[in-house]
């Protein structure tokens, strides 16, 4: 943190507050944010900060997102995919992208005109990216694209998807590539936005391209078959936004529980009197530290550039698994109301059970690191 992270992290704040939390609820029951949200996001420079000025970003790096994700997960909110429009599909195109696209589309998604989805996960197809079954087939100079989606957060407000694709579909892994296709293109569905167990203000959607024609110019990158390639580039800074709200929202529940331990009273005593109940907050608290000085030591590692594919993925499995167990010690020191929706305990319950499942699965991230050892 220095002093243009403190004054952001109070815009942040304050936007939060105002325009997030008090309607949450409402969010949750249309299973999406307001359309103007991200335009106003965008009014006070809270998108795309990690993008250079030259093309409409705020010239920040990783830090600046990181404060923003963080405020956003300590009013519970999980419903504003900012974090993934920001953080991953921008970066995408900043990364990937052609001097055209990047004047073209960076520009809007940092104003909020357009909003960014990455569409990887199929039907039949999760961790398992080499098995795409979506194609991009190359007919004089566009491609025509066919195959379905789903899983995809922002899935229903997208104004542009990168759509993970085969161009050569008997090369595997060399046959993967990246397009990119506007949501006003026709032959392109959106499905149903998905009804999910959390995180149910999020428009999460599936998505379905049917005989889509786009230019060969969409293609992201230079030539075709570089997206597998782009994927496993772009994964560690997506697993590490999934690790900094995880502990964000341990340290939230925590700062929760301790309030209404000291508080509720059961026996003529509060039950933070109770040595169950202080034992049992130790130790969230303790977990609640160790994630923190380890995604704060990623985020570092990050910034300089050092953070490697192993580390993030201790990181991801790591502080998802902890906050999915101290979420659960919070809401049993609840007792009933921890079931409550009124109580933001539960529904910070709910939310954080696909952290260990999307962005890869807490057994892949073993994988990754067992592979390293």
């Known amino acids: 943190m220095d002093d243009d992270l403190v004054a952001l992290r109070d815009l942040a ?3 939060c507050e105002k325009e997030i939390a008090p309607n949450i609820d409402r969010f949750i029951e249309q299973h999406h944010v307001d359309r103007d949200l991200w335009t106003r996001a965008g009014e006070l420079g809270l998108l795309c900060m990690s993008i250079p000025e030259e093309f409409g970003g705020g010239g920040g790096t990783f830090a600046h997102e990181a404060v923003l994700i963080e405020e956003q997960a300590r009013v519970g909110d ?5 974090p993934l429009h920001n953080g991953i599909v921008a970066h995408y195109l900043l990364e990937y992208g052609s001097d055209a696209q990047k004047r073209h589309f960076l520009p809007r998604l940092a104003t909020g005109e357009m909003v960014g989805a990455i ?3 199929e039907p039949g197809t999760g961790s398992d990216l080499q098995s795409v079954t979506t194609k991009a087939v190359r007919v004089g100079d566009e491609y025509v694209v066919n195959g379905a989606k789903t899983f995809i957060t922002n899935g229903a407000q997208a104004d542009v998807v990168i759509v993970v694709a085969k161009t050569d579909p008997g090369a595997g892994a060399n ?5 990119l296709v506007e949501g006003d293109r026709p032959g392109f569905r959106r499905g149903r936005v998905l009804d999910k167990v959390g995180q149910r ?12 024609h786009i230019p060969i110019e969409n293609l992201l990158g230079p030539t075709e078959g570089q997206g597998f390639i782009q994927l496993m580039q772009q994964l560690p800074q997506e697993r590490l936004i999934l690790g900094l709200g995880a502990v964000t929202v341990l340290e939230t ?16 005593k509060p039950i933070f009197a109770v040595q169950n109940t202080k034992f049992k907050l130790a130790e969230v608290a303790t977990d609640a530290h160790i994630s923190r000085v380890f995604i704060d030591d990623c985020i570092a590692r990050h910034l300089r550039g050092e953070l490697d594919i192993p580390t993030v993925a201790m990181a991801k499995w790591w502080t998802t698994d902890r906050a999915m167990v101290a979420l659960d010690e919070c809401l049993q020191l609840h007792g009933g109301y921890g079931y409550m929706n009124e109580y933001p305990i539960g529904r910070m319950w709910a939310d954080a059970r696909v952290q ?3 962005g890869g699965t807490s057994e892949i991230m073993k994988e990754i690191i067992a592979r390293s050892l």
């Open 13 to 15: 704040r304050a936007f």
């Open 253 to 268: 529940a925590l700062e929760f529980t301790v309030e209404y331990a000291k508080e509720r009273h059961a026996f003529g």
């Open 78 to 82: 999980s419903a504003w995919g900012a």
């Open 356 to 358: 260990k499942i999307y």
């Open 175 to 179: 046959g993967i590539s990246l397009v």
């Open 119 to 121: 569409a990887m996960t």
């Open 201 to 212: 203000g999020q428009d999460t959607s599936e998505l379905y391209f049917e005989d889509v």
